[in-house]
């Protein structure tokens, strides 16, 4: 990967009701981002060469992680 621009965009979103579920670990999960995700991931899949689970997006799955997203931004 080290030969690709390290370019990022970020997109803010509020989610106003997240419908939050447990994962197998306990930890919460927003069902809205989890859809979100993988409606953008199955549209544009296609068009990353040698696409793998996660390179496309990342939303965070509740608010604690989405802080600690925004803290590595900063």
């Given at each position: 990967m080290s030969v690709f621009p390290k370019d990022i965009r970020i997109i803010?979103?509020?989610?106003?009701?997240?419908?939050?579920?447990?994962?197998d670990n306990n930890h919460l999960i927003s069902k809205v981002a989890e859809e979100l995700k993988?409606?953008?991931?199955?549209?544009?899949?296609s068009k990353v060469d040698n696409y793998f689970h996660d390179i496309i997006v990342h939303i965070g799955d509740n608010y604690s992680h989405t802080?600690?997203?925004?803290?590595?931004?900063e």
């Open positions: 803010k979103i509020e989610i106003l009701e997240p419908n939050f579920r447990h994962k993988e409606e953008i991931r199955t549209k544009y899949k802080k600690q997203s925004k803290n590595l931004l």
